[in-house]
């Protein structure tokens, strides 16, 4: 258990996670991901992985959310869960490079937490700075 986010918000976190999975339009590798991105209000944004047949112009779950949250005003976030999977959900998946420095622009590194999910009882988590050590951000252009 996390100290800053209670078992009943990681557990819902997970559950919206899930619930965005259903959306993923993934025709072509059939991997679908869905993502739950906690502001530092307690709301949530959610996102879904989005495929493309040029592939490099689709977008993954935890971005999208991102995206969503942040093209409403949101740029501050505590948290974000994960949960992905072909068919059954059998592996805890991280973000990718990309997600990673894109969650890194509006987060505090050691602050901000990646609940990684295969189930609403069976996850993981770290911190942002530990899935991205010596990251990127905005205050390296100061």
Same mark, same amino acid.
């Given at each position: 258990?996390?100290?800053?986010?209670?078992?009943?918000?990681?557990?819902?976190?997970?559950?919206?996670?899930?619930?965005?999975?259903?959306?993923?339009?993934?025709?072509?590798?059939?991997?679908?991901? !869905?993502?739950?991105?906690?502001?530092?209000?307690?709301?949530?944004?959610?996102?879904?992985?989005?495929?493309?047949?040029?592939? *490099?112009?689709?977008?993954?779950?935890?971005?999208?959310?991102?995206?969503?949250?942040? *093209?409403? !005003?949101?740029?501050?976030?505590?948290?974000?869960?994960?949960?992905? !999977?072909?068919?059954?959900?059998?592996?805890?998946? *991280?973000?990718?490079?990309?997600?990673?420095?894109?969650?890194?622009?509006?987060?505090?590194?050691?602050?901000?937490?990646?609940?990684?999910?295969?189930?609403?009882?069976?996850?993981?988590?770290?911190?942002?700075?530990?899935?991205?050590?010596?990251?990127? !951000?905005?205050?390296?252009?100061?």
């Amino acid at each position: 258990m996390n100290e800053k986010l209670s078992r009943d918000l990681i557990s819902e976190l997970i559950v919206k996670a899930g619930e965005a999975r259903e959306f993923s339009y993934s025709p072509y590798s059939g991997f679908k991901v !869905g993502a739950a991105l906690l502001t530092d209000k307690d709301e949530i944004y959610t996102g879904c992985n989005i495929e493309n047949a040029a592939y *490099s112009p689709g977008n993954c779950a935890e971005r999208t959310a991102v995206f969503k949250a942040v *093209s409403e !005003g949101k740029t501050s976030f505590k948290a974000i869960a994960i949960i992905a !999977g072909k068919n059954e959900i059998t592996d805890y998946t *991280s973000p990718c490079g990309i997600c990673r420095q894109v969650l890194r622009e509006f987060v505090n590194p050691k602050e901000f937490y990646v609940i990684m999910a295969k189930s609403e009882n069976d996850y993981k988590i770290m911190t942002l700075e530990e899935l991205f050590p010596m990251s990127f !951000g905005p205050e390296n252009l100061d």
